[in-house]
């Protein structure tokens, strides 16, 4: 039997063992990181490396929890507690259901790649760029500086929206003309426009379209592509543009507005005025 | 106008060049730079003015105690489309002499003409932007129209442009239906004589559709020029020969 000394020496040796094992383990980690990104980082995307970081980090700690399990001599422990968990472990399965199912869509996300670290995204009502892709969720950083969280599972079940992914975009600008306006003239307007923006792009060429016959007006869609950084730039000065333009040209933008026949169209609408006594 | 300057301290300079007004002045040791493009304006010269330079509106570079300033020519810092105003068709085993002309941009470099001395690269013309290849591959790229059939046989050049002969061969067995050709501008160097600018020539050999054009720059001056001397270097000396297709045939699938 040991005696309390003897006791007491073994839980410092084994402190000590433990000690030594989170600081070398911590220290290889962190060299390791540092090497990799140092050798292999350089043509990798934003969200390779940090997955290849989380995977370096998330090994190293495993190792280090199951050398300080052989160092506490707890294997015979945990060999006797699984044996005897069966029902515990069923309970503890169906109660981290949604966990695991979290983290198996994020494999999915993964190998599927929708989107990456910095895309801009749409995922229902919620808009933000991708800020980070972790185990159980994404996080999204909205324009105006909020996190959002999203379950990785309801990103798999979710229609996602990447709105940055490819360099170029298409806006697309839904513009009321009078019906009194001429259509062919509109659309010299319009391409005149486009072609006299140095941000819209000559080609993919500018899509003019007569849209519909609206109730107060005629509708055309101006759709103009531009480099996908130039947005707000894009946006603004096209409108200026257009509304500028237009006012030169003289082709009015109705406001909507309501036509009331009494019956027959040539017949004047029938106004009666009474004196008060 | 393309040399080296020596600029005294403490005096607005300024460079018209066409549309493009520089106004630059040196003091102690910073250079307060300012471009814009003046519709009005139809000058070129670089000299003292009476302007006023408004620090606000400047931009400001730390140099050194040198005063001399380098004026040199560049051309676009992007690749160029060249279109045609009107589709010409080139005939199997004939060939075109092209004369493209090229808005050209202003670089100043203080002290020696170094990359970490830039402190000004301006264009003198606006050119509209363009994306060559599908919209969710490519690059992007300047747009520029030509007449068909532009030879250099004249020798024009035109002020605030550079001249960049460009000869197409259809060495294939099909009629090329000249629609646009890339023209890669970062792998040019500039000469001059008697103030006009040229590149080196530039010779694209179809050979087919689906094939890999030839694309070749010469590493001389043009012959037509015996005169002419070399004043800036290419952009991008070391991607000689252009390995991506110089020709686009396939139409934007987005025209809905």
Redesign the interface.
């Known amino acids: 039997m040991f005696s309390n000394f003897e006791i007491n020496q073994l839980l410092l040796d084994k402190i000590k063992d433990i000690a030594i094992t989170i600081f070398v383990s911590y220290s290889i980690i962190q060299i390791t990181v540092l090497l990799i990104r140092k050798v292999f980082f350089k043509h990798l995307s934003k969200q390779s490396k940090m997955l290849i970081t989380k995977a370096i980090i998330y090994t190293g700690v495993i190792v280090a929890i199951f050398i300080i399990i052989d160092i506490l001599e707890l294997k015979g422990v945990f060999k006797t507690m699984l044996g005897a968990a069966g029902v515990l472990g069923i309970v503890l399965g169906i109660a981290s259901q949604t966990s695991i199912g979290n983290v198996i869509s994020g494999l999915f996300l993964i190998s599927e790649k929708p989107f990456e670290l910095g895309d801009l995204i749409r995922v229902g009502d919620k808009l933000g760029t991708v800020y980070s892709i972790d185990l159980l969720s994404i996080k999204l950083r909205t324009l105006d500086n909020l996190l959002i969280r999203i379950p990785n599972q309801t990103i798999i079940s979710t229609e996602v929206t990447n709105i940055t992914k490819f360099p170029i975009r298409r806006m697309d600008i839904v513009i009321g003309v009078a019906y009194k306006e001429n259509l062919k003239h509109v659309t010299e307007v319009l391409k005149n426009i486009a072609a006299n923006n140095p941000d819209v792009l000559d080609e993919p060429e500018p899509l003019i379209l007569t849209k519909d016959f609206n109730a107060s007006s005629i509708d055309f869609t101006f759709g103009i592509w531009f480099e996908k950084d130039n947005y707000r730039q894009v946006r603004n000065s096209i409108f200026q543009a257009i509304t500028e333009t237009f006012a030169e040209e003289g082709i009015e933008i109705p406001f909507p507005h309501l036509s009331v026949y009494t019956g027959e169209v040539t017949k004047p609408f029938p106004v009666k005025t009474s004196k008060e006594d | 106008m393309w040399k080296k300057h020596t600029i005294e301290s403490n005096i607005v300079y300024k460079l018209s060049l066409g549309k493009l007004r520089v106004l630059a002045k040196k003091q102690a040791k910073e250079w307060l730079i300012k471009s814009d493009l003046d519709d009005d304006s139809d000058e070129y010269e670089f000299q003292k003015s009476e302007e006023q330079l408004v620090f606000a509106d400047c931009k400001v570079f730390s140099a050194d105690k040198s005063s001399s300033l380098f004026i040199l020519p560049a051309l676009p810092d992007k690749p160029v ?1 060249v279109k045609p105003e009107k589709e010409f068709k080139l005939l199997p085993k004939t060939s075109v002499q092209l004369l493209i002309s090229l808005p050209v941009w202003v670089q100043f470099y203080h002290s020696t003409v170094k990359k970490e001395h830039l402190i000004l690269d301006t264009a003198s013309k ?7 290849g599908e ?4 690059m ?1 790229a300047y ?1 520029l129209k030509i007449k068909a059939g532009e030879v250099l046989s004249s020798g024009h050049a035109i002020e605030n442009h550079i001249m960049c002969p460009v000869k197409i061969s259809n060495d294939s067995n099909t009629v090329l239906d000249f629609q646009r050709f890339l023209l890669h501008t970062d792998q040019l160097t500039i000469y001059s004589v008697e103030n006009k600018l040229y590149t080196n020539n530039v010779h694209v050999k179809f050979k087919g559709e689906g094939i890999v054009s030839d694309l070749n720059f010469s590493s001389h001056k043009p012959d037509a020029l015996e005169n002419a001397k070399k004043i800036a270097e290419p952009r991008n000396p070391e991607k000689r020969g252009a390995l991506k297709r110089s020709f686009f045939f396939i139409k ?1 699938l ?3």
Do not use: E, F, M, R
Not at chain 2, 126 to 132: D, I, N
Not at chain 2, 135 to 138: A, E, F, N, Q, V
């Open positions: 489309v606006v050119l509209s932007k363009t994306w060559l919209p969710d591959s490519g992007i747009s934007s987005t025209q809905y």
